[in-house]
């Protein structure tokens, strides 16, 4: 961190905010490094409220409280601090290559998420599913099963991947020995055989009650564990609404 | 040959009804021919949806299933949803804070601006530009007005006379007044024009009559001007009234990372309605929030005409 006269942070370690990626990263990695687990095997119920999932929010939280390596907010948002070359890590999906790949300023990697002291390691994935709504016929319907065909062709893939910077959902043309062996996909393609997906019921929501867990921490000075519950107790009943009875 | 004699005789039927109606008749007809118009426009764009909200309201339509009547279910949820009454007080807070503070505000510019013959339409001008920008844009640039060093620009200011950061938009206390301080900028200039064409529109002759009296000039301001003045006051409480219950734009661009501010500090009731129904997709609890909001405009609004007008 760097500071300038008046104790301002003008630079920071990592750039943090429950809001962008972190909170899949507290969910699926943190809670599960932390010996836990985030929700049941169906997703149905959440499983994070106990010792470690507090403890991974307690060390999550402690990043800005007490060893003050980021700061939520700083330069508005984490993407523009890592970007604007004020922070000196982000964790991030790899939808923003894109955008990265425009970075002038200063060199920049690519690495896999930490391990934990056991070496246990866990990742995020998301993925996306392409559908035909179940009323299209004739014409229309031909005309939308060539789109998906193509959109999920080795090269619409391709240029997806150089554009945006998403990864193949096609293993075959994802698993390249070009692209393990390429600094800035390779990582990203080792964090896939390890990662999990969440199947959330409704992510906006799902996301609303993490950032508030993290924020009654920073702001209003809860202790964790506290806060942890209350949470599991609100993403509890967004996913019990979703739930067929 | 048939069909074209019997146009023929529906055509001459027709002419000799329409010229048997009194004047008076036709005028009618032609009244309501034209108010037609506006009549279709308010039952297609305005009564049947609003009609719809409520019959929404007690179903649990989701986009996708067909929706079935759950009676009050979306109320009682509503009642017992605590993210909705800190909704609710935020967005009396906007209301009860926003109204008096950009009505004093506008009075005591258009007051003084009144008086200034120096550069005068093109002080007015700047005061009623930021009506004209689009509130999206403003509010990003708020937005980053509020950020902490080094892109902030108050805190900047801030720091540099040695005075400590602020929050703002990061503080539980500081988001809603800061939210707050961008909608009342954004709506100034308009009331500003608004009590100036009220103030113009009083004779001058009262106040010179008040001069030879000699009347002070706070008597004159609290006997002749504001009391003259209140049909103007009363359109820009009501109209003032219904933006900052509605307020959304604002709030929705200036804390898209966190929506509504930490821990909901800056959500109004609107930003709730948007999230329920295109984010989480439950039409039939947003249509609540709709009818909810609807009930608290109108009951507003009509205590606030009935307070306000003339006795």
Same mark, same amino acid.
């Given at each position: 961190m760097k500071y300038d006269a008046g104790g301002n942070i003008t630079s920071e370690g990592l750039?943090?905010?429950?809001?962008?990626?972190?909170? =899949?990263?507290? &969910?699926? !990695? @943190?809670? &599960?490094? $932390?010996?836990?687990?985030? %929700?049941? /095997? /169906? %997703?149905?119920k959440v499983a994070y409220n106990d010792d470690h999932g507090a403890a991974a929010l307690k060390w999550y939280t402690d990043l800005q409280t007490v060893h003050k390596v980021g700061q939520t907010g700083f330069m508005d948002e984490a993407q523009a601090a890592f970007k604007g070359g004020r922070a000196a890590l982000i964790i991030d999906g790899s939808f923003r290559l894109g955008s990265f790949g425009q970075i002038k300023d200063f060199e920049w990697g690519v690495s896999e998420l930490p391990a934990a002291a056991d070496g246990a390691r866990s990742n995020y994935v998301s993925y996306w599913v392409n559908g035909i709504a179940s009323g299209s016929s004739g014409e229309k319907l031909q005309a939308a099963e060539k789109f998906l065909a193509y959109v999920t062709s080795p090269e619409a893939m391709d240029v997806w991947l150089k554009v945006v910077g998403e990864l193949p959902a096609k293993p075959a043309l994802a698993l390249t020995e070009a692209n393990i062996k390429d600094p800035i996909y390779g990582p990203f393609l080792k964090g896939l055989q390890y990662g999990h997906t969440t199947l959330f019921v409704d992510e906006t929501a799902q996301r609303q009650v993490?950032?508030?867990?993290?924020?009654? !921490?920073?702001? =209003?000075? =809860?202790?964790?564990? +506290?806060?942890?519950?209350?949470?599991?107790?609100?993403?509890?009943?967004?996913?019990?609404?979703?739930?067929?009875n | 040959m048939a069909t074209a004699a019997e146009s023929n005789r529906t055509a001459v039927a027709g002419r000799y009804v329409w010229n048997r109606l009194t004047l008076h008749h036709k005028q009618v007809v032609w009244a309501w021919l034209f108010l037609a118009v506006p009549v279709v426009f308010y039952v297609v764009i305005r009564f049947w949806p609003t009609a719809s909200a409520l019959w929404l309201s007690f179903t649990d339509w989701n986009l996708l299933r067909p929706a079935h009547l759950v009676g009050l279910k979306n109320y009682v949820k509503l009642v017992n949803d605590p993210v909705f009454w800190k909704v609710f007080r935020n967005t009396f807070a906007y209301l009860v804070l926003g109204t008096p503070v950009s @009505? !004093?505000?506008?009075? +005591?510019? +258009? #007051?003084?601006?009144?008086?200034? &013959? #120096?550069?005068?339409? $093109?002080? &007015?001008?700047? %005061?009623?530009?930021?009506?004209?920008?689009?509130?999206?844009a403003m509010a990003w640039v708020w937005r980053w007005f509020y950020q902490p060093v080094p892109i902030g620009i108050i805190n900047e200011a801030l720091s540099a006379v040695g005075l400590p950061q602020q929050p703002f938009l990061r503080s539980t206390s500081q988001a809603l007044p800061s939210v707050l301080a961008c909608a009342i900028w954004a709506g100034l200039g308009f009331q500003i024009v608004i009590f100036m064409a009220g103030l113009r529109a009083i004779p001058t002759t009262y106040y010179e009559a008040a001069r030879i009296d000699g009347v002070a000039n706070w008597g004159i301001l609290t006997r002749i001007t504001l009391p003259l003045l209140k049909p103007t006051i009363v359109f820009l409480v009501v109209f003032g009234s219904i933006g900052f219950l509605r307020i959304f734009d604002q709030v929705y661009n200036m804390t898209t990372n966190d929506p509504g501010g930490p821990l909901g500090s800056t959500k109004p009731l609107v930003l709730m309605i948007y999230q329920t129904a295109?984010?989480? #997709? /439950?039409?039939? %609890?947003?249509?609540? =929030?709709?009818?909810?909001? $609807? @009930? !608290? @405009?109108?009951?507003?609004s009509l205590l606030q005409l009935r307070l306000l007008r003339d006795r």
């Open positions: 750039a943090v905010d429950m809001g962008a990626q972190d909170h =899949q990263w507290w &969910r699926e !990695v @943190l809670v &599960r490094q $932390f010996g836990g687990k985030p %929700y049941s /095997d /169906d %997703y149905g993490a950032i508030d867990m993290v924020n009654r !921490v920073l702001l =209003q000075g =809860q202790d964790p564990k +506290a806060s942890l519950a209350e949470a599991a107790k609100a993403e509890q009943a967004i996913l019990d609404a979703h739930m067929p | @009505l !004093v505000l506008s009075f +005591a510019v +258009a #007051f003084h601006l009144d008086k200034i &013959r #120096f550069m005068h339409g $093109f002080i &007015r001008a700047l %005061y009623f530009l930021p009506f004209l920008t689009t509130a999206v295109f984010s989480s #997709f /439950d039409m039939g %609890y947003a249509a609540a =929030q709709t009818v909810v909001l $609807f @009930l !608290v @405009l109108l009951t507003i």
